[in-house]
């Protein structure tokens, strides 16, 4: 089960990091401005922020199975016309459909988990499943890539399309079956308070320093740094496997008593620093590859703890919705991040573009590093 949920985490973000890894021959092709490359995860992404309360309810009344089945189709549909578009206007449309598993994906694996994994578990469990996301980002940036060379990146995209299929149905005949669907008036409200509101602050705010990396980071390579296309797909692969050890490990780390509480606020503070590499490789590009390292170490790997912290958190019942909120200020994040990003690098470069980032890891560093002060006054006067 775990491998399963893996891959369907890989398979519901898979379009933002091929976009990211295939920009240079994307903006080439079809004759799209680096603006409209990050347009790319704005519309994504933003119809993922809007569609995560929907599909947090979704999943807490069908279920997880059902839910898993579904956002791996969809993501197969999403990536096969994304493969067919002539253009900028059919790009957007497919990858706004996108969205939909996006807001599947967290909701309906947290519950998964939770119904399967034993409590001692589920910190390992989970930080290899959200490490799918960062598996995604090293097939694009490596193996894909590659087979773009050679095939042509709409055929890459293809092969991608036809393996999220065959997960579908590996998903059907392998997750246990649902639960029998809850009525619609048992549906949780849709509310941000307490732990979600501060990790959905923190979540915006590193969703928006984060998409912008995985947006321009092959492109920054290119077209900065003197790498050939592969070579700066390989950026995007880099980060990709740096994410899966830390989030494999972070994740891990955060089971234990009080860990997963402060986690988040060291962690945004490590991915300033990355972000300030990423600045520092205009002058010496060999650190663009240690900046990759650490994005995925640091920045990438703040999501993962901050869903060890919504099922630590959850109220019975409400782990779907749960999610899903604190996904949704993720996901908001990686729509306003890279526009931003666009705008700034066109008025005046990457390296203003990359403060930009450090200051948006910043900012989830302050939040994050206040929700835990206030979290521990709170138990200190209640015991």
Not at 87 to 108: D, E, F, K, R, Y
Not at 217 to 242: E, F, I, K, M, P
Request: net charge positive; aromatic share 6%.
């Amino acid at each position: 089960m775990t491998a399963l949920l893996t891959c369907a985490m890989a398979f519901s973000m898979m379009q933002l990091f091929l976009l990211g890894a295939l920009g240079p021959r994307l903006v080439g092709e079809l004759g799209i401005s680096p603006t409209v490359l990050g347009l790319t995860t704005t519309f994504g992404f933003g119809t993922a922020a809007v569609l995560s309360p929907l599909g947090g309810r979704l999943v807490d009344r069908v279920g997880p199975r059902r839910s898993t089945v579904a956002l791996l189709l969809v993501a197969a549909a999403s990536l096969a016309l994304i493969g067919s578009a002539p253009g900028a206007g059919l790009l957007l449309a497919a990858v706004s459909l996108g969205g939909l598993p996006q807001a599947l994906a967290n909701p309906a694996t947290n519950k998964a988990v939770l119904a399967a994994v034993p409590p001692d578990r589920r910190g390992p469990v989970t930080g290899m499943k959200q490490s799918g996301v960062q598996l995604g980002a090293f097939a694009a940036g490596f193996p894909l890539a590659v087979l773009a060379g050679s095939v042509g990146w709409r055929g890459a995209v293809w092969t991608a399309a036809g393996a999220a299929a065959a997960a579908a149905a590996w998903a059907a005949v392998a997750l246990p079956p649902d639960a029998p669907s809850r009525r619609p008036g048992l549906s949780h409200p849709v509310m941000f308070r307490g732990t979600v509101a501060w990790l959905a602050g923190f979540s915006l705010l590193l969703g928006s320093g984060i998409a912008s990396v995985n947006t321009y980071l092959a492109l920054y390579g290119s077209r900065s740094l003197g790498l050939d296309a592969t070579a700066a797909a390989a950026l995007v692969a880099v980060l990709g496997v740096a994410g899966i050890a830390g989030r494999v490990g972070w994740s891990k780390a955060a089971g234990g008593p009080g860990r997963a509480e402060v986690l988040p606020a060291w962690l945004a503070a490590g991915a300033v620093g990355a972000a300030l590499l990423l600045a520092g490789a205009a002058q010496l590009h060999a650190l663009v590859w240690a900046a990759a390292v650490a994005v995925g170490v640091f920045a990438v790997s703040g999501n993962a703890v901050s869903m060890v912290l919504v099922m630590k958190r959850a109220v019975q019942g409400r782990a779907g919705m749960d999610s899903a909120l604190v996904s949704a200020g993720f996901f908001a994040g990686f729509a306003v991040g890279p526009p931003l990003f666009g705008v700034l690098l066109e008025a005046a470069g990457y390296v203003p573009g990359w403060l930009l980032v450090a200051a948006e890891f910043a900012g989830a560093c302050a939040i994050a590093a206040l929700w835990a002060l206030r979290d521990r006054r709170g138990k200190a006067a209640s015991a």
